[in-house]
């Protein structure tokens, strides 16, 4: 019997080495797997940084960009409106001074203008009769028109 206490423990241990190697290896190949998995997973996480760091660049880029250029056209449009300005500030004086020179041509041919309350629509009626004048339509002589 005592011979079958070792030999039976013996033979208990040489069936469990086999199995254990057996485990291992499938697991060495899981680890080599995750391994990989990882590697690829980090290289592609780098990639998609670089990618987004250039995206970040050329936006920054295009925003620059365009605030110059909207530095530009704000500039370019104060100039214009300022150009504007200067012209129809011109053509005001311009017009007052032809409006001057007109009055003054109607008061030498003798002509005022109409006081500014009467009403233009409206027939001036005179006081005593109470009748309807009629408003004789000015045309200047030919010489003025030629002159103009």
């Known amino acids: 019997m005592a011979d079958d206490?070792?030999?039976?423990?013996?033979n208990t241990a040489a069936p469990e080495s086999p199995p254990m190697k057996e485990n291992l290896r499938p697991m060495d190949s899981r680890l080599a797997e995750l391994a990989e998995s990882r590697e690829e997973l980090?290289?592609?996480?780098?990639?998609?940084?670089?990618?987004?760091?250039?995206?970040?660049?050329k936006l920054d880029t295009q925003v620059k960009t365009y605030k110059n250029e909207l530095s530009e056209l704000k500039m370019s449009l104060n100039t214009?409106?300022?150009k504007l300005k200067s012209e129809f500030q011109e053509l005001r004086t311009t017009?007052?001074?032809?409006?001057d020179e007109v009055t003054s041509s109607l008061k030498g041919l003798g002509l005022q203008d109409l006081p500014?309350?009467?009403n233009l629509n409206e027939s001036p009626r005179t006081a005593e009769q109470g009748e309807t004048?009629?408003?004789?339509?000015?045309?200047?002589?030919?010489?003025?028109?030629?002159c103009r």
């Open 5 to 10: 206490g070792p030999s039976s423990s013996a």
């Open 42 to 57: 980090v290289g592609r996480v780098q990639g998609l940084k670089e990618e987004l760091q250039n995206w970040r660049l």
């Open 80 to 82: 214009e409106l300022e």
């Open 95 to 99: 017009l007052e001074q032809q409006q």
């Open 116 to 118: 500014k309350e009467v």
């Open 133 to 146: 004048v009629q408003r004789r339509s000015f045309r200047p002589p030919p010489r003025i028109l030629a």
